[in-house]
T-cell receptor, first 112, second 114 residues
Framework: GQQVMQIPQYQHVQEGEDFTTYCNSSTTLSNIQWYKQRPGGHPVFLIQLVKSGEVKKQKRLTFQFGEAKKNSSLHITATQTTDVGTYFCAGLEGSAGNMLTFGGGTRLMVKP | DGGITQSPKYLFRKEGQNVTLSCEQNLNHDAMYWYRQDPGQGLRLIYYSQIVNDFQKGDIAEGYSVSREKKESFPLTVTSAQKNPTAFYLC?????????????FGPGTRLTVL
């Protein structure tokens, strides 16, 4: 079945440093979604990417979808303590009837 | 305010007891989902329902059961057959049955089986 891997599993950064998490799928995806889960909270939708090579920005967050639609990345510029949380990617395989498969998440910790 | 509610936030049960977790949404969403999250892990799909009176198994349905008698409600029963029930349970919904739609999550129920 489809597998979605995320790296790294954990990342400690100093406030102001950049952060990147990578998402890789074993199969070609029709789209990919990104979610953020604050400590003790629930996942909240951030963005969806659909097109090959697509790049979307939300303030300090930049999301990319690979040309082959098998990988994606989330980059945060100049991290802030409010960025703390776990970032999940979730991919949908191209075939009909498939469900979203979530990656294991990357837990970001920011030292002030 | 529209949203998804899950209750209770924390639940403790003795081993061997069945327990039902509630999930209610007033977003008028057609589809609803149950996920399980273990510490440091991603989300795994237990069951989903794209329409009232119909539901399908996800990746880890064994030991769980659901019902969808009303559009707004999708309760999950954790049965005694579930070998490791202690986990964080998240309910979600999407506007239509399309799994590519944005998933709206409830606050979750943290179940501990003693």
């Amino acid at each position: 079945g489809q597998q979605v891997m995320q790296i790294p599993q954990y990342q400690h950064v100093q406030e102001g440093e950049d952060f990147t998490t990578y998402c890789n799928s074993s199969t070609t995806l029709s789209n990919i979604q990104w979610y953020k889960q604050r400590p003790g909270g629930h996942p909240v939708f951030l963005i969806q990417l659909v097109k090959s090579g697509e790049v979307k920005k939300q303030k300090r967050l930049t999301f990319q979808f690979g040309e082959a639609k098998k990988n994606s990345s989330l980059h945060i510029t100049a991290t802030q303590t409010t960025d703390v949380g776990t970032y999940f990617c979730a991919g949908l395989e191209g075939s009909a009837g498939n469900m979203l498969t979530f990656g294991g998440g990357t837990r970001l910790m920011v030292k002030p | 305010d529209g949203g998804i509610t899950q209750s209770p936030k924390y639940l403790f049960r003795k081993e061997g007891q069945n327990v039902t977790l509630s999930c209610e949404q007033n977003l008028n969403h057609d589809a609803m989902y149950w996920y399980r999250q273990d510490p440091g892990q991603g989300l795994r799909l237990i069951y989903y329902s794209q329409i009232v009176n119909d539901f399908q198994k996800g990746d880890i349905a064994e030991g769980y059961s659901v019902s969808r008698e009303k559009k707004e409600s999708f309760p999950l029963t954790v049965t005694s057959a579930q070998k490791n029930p202690t986990a964080f349970y998240l309910c979600a919904s999407t506007l239509a049955g399309g799994i590519s739609d944005t998933q709206y999550f409830g606050p979750g129920t943290r179940l501990t089986v003693l």
